[in-house]
């Protein structure tokens, strides 16, 4: 009695990987299937079942296969949805695979084609293929490279998009393979399987080879099955601890970091009340010096006021004064008039100038300098 379905990794892979005729049949099938090109004869480079599975990390089971023509395959069946990102980690099994070829002494344009062909049983593309094929293009959709010389090439195939109702004769080869890889363990029981095993070529070769399995055989894969991904979780957990262990270190970093600019952002803080304090301080000190020029500003202005005042007051003096001074200067000269005509008058009546000068108490000089 089968007791696993082919999306078992230790089962698909002895279905499909061993060094034997019926194996080679059925891989030949399944790569013709889902790479949708002719196979005449393909090699499984890495047939040996995983012993250790201390180290169980990449790669997984896969099947290494090479073409007839050189181009290699490397075939994953992933059942299990793990934490690890998928498409990150098929992207680095077909960069991987693409490195892996020997290219000394030969031109890059002698690199062989490279497939990863993942089979797994989640939903991780927006669109209702269950197969694509991704390549290198652009966001336009131009690829990198000419289509004959595209030597690198991811295959997906997402078997939880396939409608487990849609009726058989409605199924192509895919649809009817990945129906087969999820329910062969339940054989005649399933109502499509018995249909395809009777009247389908390709489905009835699986079979063939499905029946080769001892009852021994899938119990033996079933434990370890259940052995390697008991120990992919424990190194997932091992992985999860680890990173929580690097996320608990780099909080504590980040908390000293954050205490450290604390301290400094208080210490500013601090500084900063501390100038803002003096600041206000010397501000004060120059209001109140400012109030003291105001005052100073003030007395100056009334004391240029009172200065002003005194001005006018002692212009109004002065011009008293010269008013005074040009009055007693009329007076002088019309005192210096009348002393003149007076002398002309002495002088002309016969007086001689010494008598003149001795009456009038004036030299004879001031004398004839009056008269002129």
């Known amino acids: 009695m089968r007791n696993a379905n082919l999306l078992n990794d230790f089962a698909f892979k002895y279905v499909f990987g061993e060094d034997c005729k019926e194996a080679n049949d059925a891989l030949k099938s399944l790569l013709k299937v889902f790479l949708e090109r002719s196979v005449n004869k393909v090699v499984v480079k890495n047939s040996e079942m995983v012993k250790d599975y201390s180290k169980m990390k ?13 181009t290699t395959v490397d075939l994953e069946m992933q059942l299990r949805q793990t934490k690890d990102n998928l498409p990150i980690r098929f992207s680095y099994y077909l960069a991987r695979l693409h490195g892996s070829q020997e290219l000394e002494g030969k031109y890059y344009g002698e690199l062989m084609e490279t497939i990863v062909l993942v089979f797994f049983n989640v939903n991780l593309i927006d669109n209702h293929r269950m197969c694509n094929t991704f390549t290198l293009r ?14 690198m090439k991811l295959r997906t195939v997402e078997m939880a998009k396939l409608d487990l109702n849609k009726p058989l004769k409605d199924m192509n080869e895919q649809e009817k393979m990945i129906y087969y890889f999820l329910n062969c363990h339940k ?5 499509k399987i018995k249909v395809m095993i009777e009247s389908d070529g390709v489905i009835q070769m699986l079979e063939k080879r499905v ?33 929580l262990q690097r996320a608990k270190e780099e909080a504590r970093k980040a908390m000293l970091e954050v205490n450290k600019l604390k301290q400094e952002a208080n210490k500013l803080s601090q500084e900063a009340d501390k100038k803002i304090e003096d600041a206000e301080k010397k501000l004060e000190e120059a209001d109140k010096k400012f109030e003291e020029a105001d005052k100073k500003f003030e007395e100056a202005n009334k004391q240029i006021e009172q200065a002003n005042k005194q001005i006018e007051d002692a212009n109004t003096r002065v011009n008293d004064a010269n008013k005074r001074a ?11 008039q009348e002393m003149k005509q007076m002398i002309q008058g002495m002088l002309s009546n016969g007086m001689s100038l010494e008598f003149v000068s001795k009456l009038l108490s004036k030299s004879e000089s001031e004398i004839m300098e009056l008269v002129k």
């Open 58 to 70: 990449s790669p997984r089971l896969d099947l290494l296969v090479e073409f007839d023509d050189q």
């Open 187 to 191: 054989g005649m029981d399933d109502s």
């Open 211 to 243: 029946e080769t399995i001892s009852d021994d055989g899938w119990k033996k894969i079933i434990e370890d099955f259940q052995k390697l991904h008991e120990n992919e979780e424990r190194m997932e957990r091992q992985l999860e601890i680890e990173e």
């Open 138 to 151: 652009n966001e336009e959709g131009l690829s990198f490279v000419e289509e004959s010389q595209d030597r």
């Open 326 to 336: 040009d009055e007693s200067a009329k007076k002088m000269n019309q005192m210096n």
